[in-house]
């Protein structure tokens, strides 16, 4: 029993850990970094250091899906299938979190919501992927037909994930480079720091769900596997 208490220890010690980050990444933002200028929104700047850390989160879940439904369409196994449908529903969920954090941003600091900027409409589109196969898991069957249809979306929506990355280089648009070769910068080293912090902090939340969720998922395919191998006592 003490053995089998183990692995919750430690998921409840990395919760803990996580709750402890972004608890003071949130005092270190309000309290420590200074306040941006107008035109890059004032005080709704602070939004920058977890809307770019999210979208980190939202590709490094993508990358697992894109690995892990690759792997499912070459070698189907109950293990892959989970890693993919755990990509995916991650993804969908950081995805959601860039897209509502986004336009809160953008309306201080461009003055509208949302525009067709070729960042934010690549964005979408893949986003929008990961919620159909999200919707697709949810409500098709469980067969390996199934199972195949979505792990090829979600190779595609990954696919997808460095036009987004390159967009602003290639066809410009209204979304800021902050950071490389022509961004604006951070005019403070403790902006630095509070970006960092935000990648550590949503690096760990993206692990600690995605181990969940596939791990879960196996517990739920386990458990598919027997009810399909008893024996019906109905008859």
């Known amino acids: 029993m003490v053995q089998g208490m183990r692995p919750r220890g430690l998921i409840t010690v990395a919760w ?35 809307h770019v850390p999210a979208a980190y989160a939202l590709y490094v879940c993508g990358g697992v899906c894109f690995l892990a439904s690759a792997l499912y369409l070459y070698s189907p196994s109950d293990r892959a299938d989970a890693w993919a449908r755990s ?8 995805g959601g979190l860039v897209l509502t954090s986004g336009p809160l941003w953008a309306k201080k600091a461009w003055g509208v919501y949302w525009t067709w900027d070729p960042r934010l409409t690549t964005l979408l589109l893949s ?24 792990a090829a979306f979600g190779v595609l929506g990954t696919a997808n994930l460095p036009i987004i990355h390159y967009s602003v280089q290639k066809w410009g648009g209204n979304h800021p480079t902050v950071i490389g070769k022509g961004g604006g910068g951070l005019g403070d080293p403790s902006m630095y720091q509070a970006l960092f912090g935000g990648f550590f902090a949503m690096t760990l939340l993206a692990a600690l769900l995605l181990t969940l969720r596939a791990g879960l998922a196996q517990s739920e395919a386990r458990l598919l596997r027997a009810e399909e191998l008893a024996p019906d006592t109905n008859g």
């Open 16 to 50: 803990a850990v996580a709750a402890l980050t972004f608890v003071a990444l949130i005092l270190f933002i309000f309290l420590k970094v200074p306040v941006a200028q107008p035109q890059a929104g004032g005080l709704s700047q602070k939004i920058f250091y977890f």
């Open 87 to 94: 990509g995916a529903e991650c993804a969908s969920a950081f």
């Open 127 to 150: 986003i929008l992927i990961y919620w159909a196969i999200v919707l697709l898991r949810r409500f098709s069957g469980t067969g390996d037909a199934e199972r195949k249809f979505a």
